[in-house]
């Protein structure tokens, strides 16, 4: 089974400042897959960025990039130059390589202040 | 190319009703699966499908609720005598295969119980 622990209160955050979402994880499987998701006030689950275990590099897309420690099973989402749009609910999910079934953290709030 | 369709958006129920929640995957998608999210939670896995076939319940609740996703037409999650526990947003996603791809949510169904 995999578990999500995401345990920061909620953060605010300054317009056009970057801030970072603390993720960590616990599983038994030797391959898998990292993901984080924006759940706006609208509520759909928005696809932000994809990590896999045995990727070399941290994966990184637009204003997102995940800080991958792998030894330490922490993957930290990064957004760099936040911006108002960027208020939301972060979900950290993992699946185990061969499956969709993703687990999920409980999620951080983050709102974005002008 | 439309995303994954569910429908309705909101659905209110009076304790004791049935609820039907439909789920179309994207166009070329014949794997389904069903989250739900209660409030202040992150997404948990309930249930797998493939056309025709329940592969994986193993996060469904014993009693009161069902999944299909018949040959034709969309998947339903089917929760009969609702109580105010199962209130919550439902979500559905769905990928081409199983394995290593992303899922795309749909954009959910928010279920209260009155």
């Known amino acids: 089974a995999q578990k999500i622990t995401q345990t920061q209160p909620g953060m605010f955050v300054q317009e056009k400042e970057a801030v970072t979402l603390d993720c960590t994880y616990d599983?038994?499987?030797?391959?898998?897959?990292l993901f984080w998701y924006k759940q706006p006030s609208s509520g759909e689950m928005i696809f932000l960025i994809y990590?896999?275990?045995?990727?070399?590099q941290n994966a990184t897309e637009g204003r997102y990039s995940l800080n991958f420690q792998k030894a330490r099973k922490s993957a930290n989402l990064v957004i760099s130059a936040s911006q108002l749009g960027d208020s939301a609910m972060y979900f950290c999910?993992?699946?185990?390589?061969?499956?969709?079934?993703?687990?999920f953290g409980k999620g951080n709030q983050v709102v974005v202040i002008p | 190319n439309a995303g994954v369709m569910q429908n309705p958006r909101h659905l209110v129920r009076r304790r004791g009703q049935e609820a039907r929640l439909r789920c179309s995957p994207m166009?070329?998608?014949?794997?389904v699966y069903w989250y739900r999210q209660l409030p202040e939670e992150g997404l948990k896995f309930m249930v797998y499908?493939?056309?025709?076939?329940?592969?994986?319940e193993s996060g469904m609740p014993k009693e009161r609720f069902s999944a299909e996703f018949p040959k034709e037409g969309p998947s339903i999650l089917r929760i009969q005598q609702v109580v105010r526990g199962d209130s919550a947003a439902y979500f559905c996603?769905?990928?081409?295969?199983?394995?290593?791809?992303?899922?795309?949510f749909g954009q959910g169904t928010r279920l209260t119980v009155v």
């Open positions: 499908l493939q056309k025709e076939n329940i592969i994986d």
């Open positions: 599983t038994s499987d030797p391959s898998y897959g």
């Open positions: 166009k070329g998608h014949s794997h």
């Open positions: 999910a993992m699946r185990p390589y061969g499956n969709n079934r993703l687990a």
């Open positions: 996603a769905s990928s081409p295969l199983e394995g290593n791809t992303e899922a795309f």
């Open positions: 990590q896999g275990s045995y990727d070399q």
